[in-house]
């Protein structure tokens, strides 16, 4: 991994680091950037054993799959309205870990000091079966989540 000056942001971490982190620290927060249509059918992480729940803003969005343009300032809001500080640890989740990667770029170049990229995403990449959800990823590490 390069280090956190030369990639942008703070870093890697895996799907239960993550966890671990929001469970212990009040001011970790878990941004989910995945579309609506992906929060909608294929699940998200179920964080109600750690008494929080995902913050959710589009990276890209669906179905053009454009750039939002108000991310940085959507997600901001969110973390204001939470009390959340500038240097509390901020875990990004798309689905395999590309946009996730680009949204806490992002957000560190607004001035957030800990934003981590989760490795492998909420269902990583496909297996020999072109299945997602059992390689890599928050589902493949066994870690709870729901589906609408």
Partial sequence: MAHAQEAG?????????SLASLTR???AQLVDVRTT???????????????REAIRVEWQIFPAMGVNPD????LAAKLAERGTPKDAP????CRSGV?????AIAMTAAGYTQCFNVTG????????????????????????????
């Fill in 71 to 74: 991310f940085v300032a959507s």
């Fill in 9 to 17: 942001y703070a870093g890697d971490t895996t799907p239960e680091d």
């Fill in 37 to 51: 249509a992906e929060w909608a059918y294929i699940g998200a992480p179920d964080l109600k054993a750690a008494g």
């Fill in 121 to 148: 995403g909420f269902e990583g990449p496909h297996d020999a079966e072109g299945r997602r959800g059992t390689k890599a990823g928050w589902k493949a590490a066994g870690l709870p989540w729901i589906q609408p």
């Fill in 90 to 93: 901020l875990y990004f989740l």
């Fill in 99 to 103: 946009r996730s990667k680009a949204a």
């Fill in 25 to 27: 620290d009040a001011s």
